[in-house]
């Protein structure tokens, strides 16, 4: 029988069921993601009556609240701590989606929209101060030797539940648009609520995980350690280039993308959801394992290069979407949606082997503070800006190349640019271990054709299979 609490967590057996919890654990957090994302967030704030900057306001909030991280690396890395941390932040974080539910029963519909924000940006920084006890938890729990496989799994799980529930929730809105205005605002309210009690069963399944011998607090260390220290590492520096501006590039585009889904291709909430939620979480259950597997194999930043050249399209394609005419661009876009889970995985295993830079093997959550700033900074000029062009330019029309243009399609240019700039970042980062970005690309080539050709060759093997066993028989 398996243990409710894990008393020798240093055992071959204790480390995999700490795993196993934090596996579980995701299914309700990536619920929670899933409810809170999308047309959800989307129809609530148009519902509370928010305006085109209160979305780019919306689209720079996980950014800002992000400096949240440097004093939450500061106390974990005098103090220690960093499960309680974890925990308490945690539970403040999502527990405050409840009072976001309600937010039409406890405000007047004039402060709402400045309720949303507001509500929306502690609750942020909330989530933001758990990020470097975090980092510094899990690189003690995953050894690296499978930690891009791991990690993979774990997305992939998380995306499963993504699937069944975003094709839900678009019914579900779909039919309460149908009946009437206050059924939508309920159900919206109700959908929120119930995301906001899987989120804090996520992190109730972490009562029981070990701290894994906690995190070594210094009773010396300062902001020059938390600063000066981490910018010396060149390769960091240049990780540091590449999150900015591949951030920048996509702050808003979460929020106009689906603005541009409902105001212009004219799309409902199901159809919204299926090409902006649900194909891109099939395209990536099947992505992930794979890029897990190369960078494992290949290494961290080679696979960051190939990844991220093959989602510079994915934001302009958007330009030749319309209503009535969505293929073959949105093709393209899911050969992005393909590219990004390698993107993500890439990033983060760099990330956590930054966190072991400090000599003696030692970790030094700083750098997850600095790259949070950094991506703060960067994500919150990226939401600003796009509310600010958005309201500018809200009633602008143009033409491109016989393609009308509205102020949504100059975003989507301007992030193609910044993506670029995003891949040329990469090439300083160091990974002595790694393949080169050539024969990254022959390996995955080679591997990507072996897996195609036995998909391909599948059912002539299962036919010869079923006739030797029919030969058999007859004998």
Not at 207 to 224: A, L, S
Request: overall charge positive; proline content about 4%; aromatic content about 12%.
């Amino acid at each position: 029988m398996i243990p409710t609490q894990v008393d020798d967590p240093s055992s071959e057996f204790g480390r995999r069921e700490v795993l196993r919890r934090i596996l579980i654990a995701w299914i309700f957090g990536a619920s929670w993601q899933s409810i809170t994302t999308g047309a959800t967030l989307t129809r609530y704030a148009q519902s509370l009556q928010v305006t085109e900057f209160g979305f780019g306001i919306l689209a720079a909030i996980p950014f800002l609240a992000a400096f949240a991280q440097l004093p939450a690396s500061f106390l974990v890395e005098r103090y220690g701590h960093r499960k309680r941390i974890f925990m308490v932040a945690n539970l403040i974080h999502r527990f405050l989606w409840l009072v976001i539910a309600a937010i039409p029963w406890l405000v007047s519909a004039d402060h709402a929209p400045l309720g949303l924000i507001t509500l929306m940006l502690v609750s942020a920084a909330a989530q933001h101060t758990t990020a470097p006890a975090w980092y510094s938890w899990l690189s003690d729990i995953v050894p690296s030797r499978i930690r891009g496989r791991y990690l993979s799994r774990r997305t992939q799980a998380g995306q499963l539940v993504s699937l069944v529930l975003t094709v839900t929730v678009g019914v579900a809105l779909d039919w309460a648009e149908g009946v009437s205005g206050l059924a939508l605002s309920r159900v919206l309210s109700l959908l929120l609520a119930v995301a906001a009690v899987c989120g804090i069963a996520d992190i109730l399944f972490f009562v029981r995980i070990p701290d894994f011998g906690g995190h070594e607090k210094n009773q010396h260390y300062g902001w020059k350690q938390l600063f000066v220290e981490p910018l010396r590492n060149r390769s960091f520096r240049r990780y540091l280039g590449f999150t900015a501006m591949l951030t920048f590039s996509v702050g808003y585009i979460g929020q106009f993308s689906w603005l541009y889904a409902f105001d212009v291709a004219n799309m409902s909430n199901v159809q919204a959801n299926f090409l902006l939620m649900t194909c891109p979480v099939l395209v990536a259950m099947f992505a992930v394992p794979f890029w897990g597997r190369m960078i494992d194999r290949l290494g961290r930043k080679p696979v960051a290069m190939i990844a991220t050249a093959f989602v510079i399209h994915g934001g302009v394609l958007w330009v030749v979407i319309r209503e009535g005419s969505v293929m073959p661009a949105y093709l393209g876009i899911l050969v992005a949606a393909f590219a990004w889970p390698g993107v993500d995985l890439a990033s983060y295993n760099i990330l956590l082997g930054l966190v072991r830079q400090e000599k003696g093997g030692g970790r030094n959550t700083a750098y997850v503070a600095l790259n949070s700033v950094v991506v703060a900074a960067a994500g919150t000029a990226s939401g600003l800006l796009g509310g600010l062009l958005a309201g500018w330019l809200k009633d602008w029309r143009g033409d491109f190349l016989g393609l009308p243009m509205t102020y949504h399609c100059i975003l989507f240019l301007m992030s193609m640019f910044f993506r670029i700039f995003a891949l040329l970042s990469l090439r300083g980062i160091e990974d002595p271990r790694a393949f080169t970005a050539r024969q990254a690309i022959s390996y995955m080539a080679a591997d990507m054709y072996s897996n195609i050709q036995n998909t391909l060759m599948l059912p002539v093997r299962l036919a010869g299979r079923w006739s030797y066993k029919v030969r058999r028989k007859d004998e």
